[in-house]
């Protein structure tokens, strides 16, 4: 279907050191502290956190497509928690998705969005990691 391409360069020692996340039409800056503290730059999962977002709300749209509907919109927020499982892991990722789909009902959309969170092709990336959904259709 299609190849994508990100690079990564890392320079100095783990807590030390920094890097530079580089895709289309984005350059920024991580390092220790961004990904296991508190720090302002990006950090490797908030970037799955934004591809998984933006995975789900595109199959979401899809799926609502296939009941001939169009949505108005679809905001998908993608919470990603780096635990520890014998090592850091990420251990579950929380989408909170609102939508607004005219002449959808609430049960559809409901299926709808729990098929989108199953199928999507970041999620079943993602097999392993626990990721939670809570879908709103907001009237």
């Not at 709300?57 to 520890?84: N, Q, Y």
């Amino acid at each position: 279907m299609g190849k994508h391409y990100a690079k990564a360069k890392w320079e100095g020692s783990l807590k030390e050191g920094n890097g530079i996340l580089n895709f289309t039409g984005y350059e920024g800056p991580f390092n220790f502290r961004s990904r296991f503290e508190d720090g302002p730059e990006t950090s490797p999962e908030e970037l799955v956190g934004a591809a998984h977002a933006g995975c789900y709300s595109m199959f979401l749209s899809a799926l609502i497509g296939k009941k001939e509907l169009t949505p108005t919109s679809i905001e998908t927020k993608a919470t990603v928690v780096l635990g520890d499982d014998n090592g850091p892991k990420v251990t579950s990722i929380t989408l909170n998705c609102e939508a607004v789909v005219p002449g959808l009902s609430e049960e559809d959309f409901q299926e709808l969005a729990a098929d989108a969170k199953a199928k999507c092709p970041i999620s079943r990336l993602l097999t392993g990691t626990e990721v939670i959904l809570e879908a709103k259709l907001v009237q």
